[in-house]
C-alpha cells in the first residue's frame, strides 16, 4: 500500500442522524483517479493536526466505486477527530487522505449470480452500504439482502437512502431493521426488536433463502455482535470461506497476557532495509515509529489493517487481530500495531 498522503478540498458536509453523524465528500481530481481508486468496503486514513499533535484516524468509505469519494463518521463521546469533523470541517477546507486500503471489500462481477446477506449494527452500515450500492449496480443477476440493527428509528444512518433502494430495487434487495428500543411513536414496525442475534439470522434466510449456489455473508458491527452473527452462520452450516468480517469501534482486550522481549528487527519498507531495536513488550509499530521511520498505520487498534506487514524471519506475538483472517496469518502476515517480539531476532516487510 502505498503509505503517501494526498491534499483533497472537501465538496460536500452533510449530517446525518440529527448531527450525530457526518458525512463527508471529497472532490476527487482525475489526476488522482487511479491511486484513489477503491472497493466497496475500504477505508481511507484520514491525517489532522489537533492539539499540536498529529491524528490519524480510518474511516471506511460509503459511496460504491464510480460514485464520489466519501465517508461517514460517527461521533464518538469525547473523540477528539470525529467531533471536530462534525464541528468544524466544512466545504472548501482540505484534508490529508491515504489511499483506500482494506480486506474486507466486494468486488462486483456482471457475470456472476449470487446471493448476498449483509449483517450490520450502528455505522456498522457503513461500507455495507458502498457494497450493498456496488452489487445492485454491477452485478445485476445478484440479490441483496440487509439485517440492520439500531436502537430505534433515528438512529438508522442512510435511513431514507436505504428505504429508496429498497423500493427502487424490490425484487433484488430486502431491507429489515432490527430495533433494540424502538419508538412508541414512530409510524414504522421493525422487522423484529431487539439485537442482530442468531434468532434474527435463522429468520431472515429463512424467509429470503439463497437464490443462487454461490452465497456470501458480510459482517460489520462491533466485535460482539460480529463474533455471534459468525457463529451463528457456522451453526447453519455456512463456509466460513463465504464470511466476511469487519469490525468497528476498537478491538478487543488482550486475549491473553503474553509480553514481548527487547529485540533487533530488520524492517523493510520503502525499498529499503533498516535495523530497529525493539524494547521489551514494545509494539513493532512504536518501535518502527521511534526510529523514526514512517511505515503506514492508523487506527493502532487492530481493527483496520493499516499497518500490516509480513513476518519474514522470528516469532511475534499480537495482542489482537481483528484485520486479519487465518489465511492472512497462514501467509505470515501481522498486525504491526499489535505485535510484540517472542525472538530476540525479526524480519518484517511492508513491501511484500
Not at 450502528?122 to 439482502?145: C, D, Q, R, Y
Request: aromatic letters at 6%; one cysteine or more.
Amino acid at each position: 500500500m502505498n503509505p503517501d498522503f494526498f491534499s483533497l478540498k472537501v465538496s460536500e458536509i452533510r449530517p446525518e442522524i440529527k448531527g450525530k453523524a457526518t458525512s463527508v465528500t471529497f472532490d476527487l481530481p482525475a489526476s488522482l483517479a487511479k491511486t484513489l481508486g477503491w472497493q466497496a468496503g475500504q477505508h481511507v486514513t484520514l491525517r489532522f493536526h489537533l492539539n499540536e499533535k498529529e491524528q490519524r484516524r480510518s474511516y471506511s468509505i460509503s459511496n460504491p466505486p464510480g460514485a464520489p469519494l466519501r465517508i461517514t463518521v460517527k461521533r464518538v463521546a469525547g473523540g477528539l477527530v470525529s467531533n471536530h469533523i462534525g464541528d468544524h470541517l466544512k466545504p472548501g477546507d482540505t484534508v490529508d487522505v491515504m489511499p483506500p486500503f482494506g480486506q474486507f471489500s466486494l468486488t462486483p462481477d456482471p457475470l456472476k449470480r449470487r446471493t448476498h446477506y449483509f449483517f450490520g449494527a450502528g455505522s456498522g452500515i457503513t461500507p455495507l452500504f458502498a457494497m450493498i450500492n456496488a452489487v445492485l449496480k454491477e452485478e445485476p443477476h445478484s440479490v441483496a439482502h440487509l439485517i440492520y440493527g439500531n436502537a430505534d428509528g433515528e438512529n438508522i444512518i442512510f435511513g431514507e437512502e436505504l428505504d429508496n433502494l429498497a423500493r427502487d430495487h424490490a425484487a433484488r434487495f430486502t431491507l429489515r431493521h432490527v430495533l433494540s428500543a424502538p419508538s412508541l411513536w414512530r409510524w414504522s414496525s421493525p422487522w423484529r426488536k431487539g439485537r442482530v442475534d442468531a434468532d434474527a439470522i435463522k429468520a431472515a434466510v429463512m424467509e429470503t433463502p439463497p437464490v443462487a449456489q454461490d452465497v456470501q455473508y458480510w459482517i460489520c458491527g462491533p466485535g460482539a455482535m460480529n463474533t455471534e452473527v459468525n457463529n451463528a452462520l457456522m451453526a447453519l452450516d455456512v463456509p466460513a470461506n463465504r464470511i466476511h468480517a469487519e469490525s468497528f469501534g476498537g478491538a478487543a482486550a488482550p486475549a491473553s497476557s503474553v509480553t514481548g522481549i527487547a529485540a533487533n528487527a530488520k524492517v523493510d519498507l520503502g525499498g529499503a532495509t533498516y535495523e530497529v531495536p525493539v524494547a521489551a513488550d514494545q509494539t513493532l509499530l512504536n518501535a518502527i515509529l521511534s526510529a523514526g521511520l514512517t511505515p503506514p498505520f492508523s487506527c493502532q487498534s487492530g481493527v483496520c489493517g493499516a499497518c500490516k506487514a509480513r513476518l519474514t524471519n522470528g516469532r511475534v506475538h499480537m495482542h489482537a487481530r481483528m484485520a486479519l483472517e487465518d489465511s492472512d496469518v497462514a501467509r505470515g502476515d501481522i498486525l504491526s500495531c499489535q505485535s510484540v517480539a517472542t525472538s530476540d531476532e525479526l524480519s518484517i516487510s511492508f513491501d511484500k
